[in-house]
């Protein structure tokens, strides 16, 4: 068992490389597997509850389908030619050293089912081929190890094919939920969803109640009656949010920094308590239908509304998502004004409205932090923001800049597409595989270690609801306070000045004396 312990460095020792090789461990983590759903996580979602006795032939005919209907996957199982460049890429490979962390190591796992019963050579020359029956050992091995990727596609970006490890990796788990061996965090968080709308089964009473504090924080905090609203018809943003944002530190000081903004632009905007989860775990297991039926929650919410645009929050695979497949999903949105983007991201709205001249920061509200920036694995690899290549890297980072006087960026190859993973994405963010998300994260922990030891930097920030909440629970095994991981409009929320605030009339205060010391300083000087 993983001890923290494990992972502080020595004041006195130089931190490792976040690239460094591991010790070569076969085995190392075999055992660690989540738990299996229960037959009511599975039954939600239209999977059977148990094995099924025809499991192998039900596995066989479901991988020949998904072969059939994405001609990705079997390009991807076809064209690997072993040359090695994606092995030292994976935060779990590097995080614990087993080969079968080793991307390509992974996708054979699958690749050597596929040549067993879908190809010439597999079929009558298995061994010669590496070809291998589908048995239940088989079937325990992908569980294990497929439960070990983040679906975070560095090794792609490596890959000189381009091999998508995540497209692997998610047939897989489509697989094994087809067949009755489905992981129960993913599945009955899904199942959630369809009953009662988000991700932590927050029910409508609760949300507003939690807001209803929130505002009353905010008036408190500003003097300004800030509207934090729910199922509001008519207004012209409809907030997607993951549900972490009504929960828990530091996801609900995001939320915060959202509600003022949009109050200083002067925009309406509601959340949906129908709708009130950006989250989509459909991607996670594999599953286009349940992504979709998610996905048309959205949909519905904002014609029910009857609001003008869509506005994702903070979190990561949730934006890949909106950013890549919510128009084929649950579009076509052609009831929305099309002046905006669908969808538009928090971050790119803020950006905007900062070019305008439209938000006014005080830097040194931030001054307690020196901060530097975590690139989301599905924000980085698998999206965009803004009108310009890159905006997914550079629009957080203007955001961080205007509102932090202190900002530092980690080693360039550990950010932007190179970027680590949390080692806690891809359905790994449940107790139950603790031990694997804390040496994931050690590739992005011991980058950070880097950049606090050459800057002083105290607390890092990022536009990911998984990454916030994994990063919370593993940063005391590495030196840090559990509070050191921060939201990007957690930064907007402490800097930003509001018209007619207390901030406001502070900061002229301030400014005033200023001008009257310096008009002193001249007429003593004269």
Known sequence: MTEMSDFLIDEESKVPDPLEMPEITPGATEGLKPFQAKPQHQDALGFPGELIDNWQETAIDKMGELLGKYRSLQV???????????????????????PKNMPVARQDLLRSVYRRYFTFAGKYFPKLVGARDLTEDVLDEWYSYFHQCSQCRRCSVYCPYGIDTAEVSMAAREIMDTVGKGQKYCNEIIGKVYTIGNNLGLPKKAIESTLEGLEEELEEETGLKISMPVDKPGVEVLLITPSADLFAEPHIQGLMGYAKVFHE????????????????????????????????????????????????????HAWRIAYSFLNTLAGPFDFLDPRYPVPQHICEFTY???????????????????????????????????????????????????????????????????????????????????????????????ALQQVQEEHGVTHMAAICAICKAQFSKVMPHYGFDMDSILSVHQMVANAIVMTGSIQEKELQEEQQKEKSDAGASEGQAA
Not at 297 to 310: C, E, M, P
Request: proline share 2%; with cysteine.
């Open 76 to 98: 991807y199982l076809d064209s690997c030619v072993k040359c090695g460049a994606c092995t030292d890429k994976c935060q779990y490979f590097l995080g614990t050293g087993d």
């Open 265 to 316: 632009a002067g925009i309406s905007w509601t959340l949906s308590s129908y709708a009130s989860e950006a989250a989509n775990f459909g991607m996670f297991i594999g599953s286009y239908e349940n992504m979709r039926e998610v996905s048309l929650r959205i949909r519905k919410a904002a014609q029910d509304l009857g609001v003008k645009r869509i506005i994702f929050g903070e979190c990561g």
């Open 352 to 446: 905007g409205l900062m070019n305008e001249g439209k938000l006014r920061f005080d830097k040194s509200k931030n001054d307690a932090y020196r901060l530097t920036y975590h690139d989301s694995c599905n924000v980085a690899r698998a999206s965009r923001m803004g009108d310009m290549p890159g905006g997914q890297f550079e629009i957080p980072r203007a955001i961080l800049r205007a509102t932090c006087n202190h900002f530092f960026d980690m080693a360039a190859d550990t950010i932007k597409e190179a970027t680590f993973c949390c080692g806690g994405g891809g359905g790994l963010l449940t107790d139950d595989l603790m031990e694997i998300r804390i040496k994931g994260a050690q590739p992005r922990m011991r």
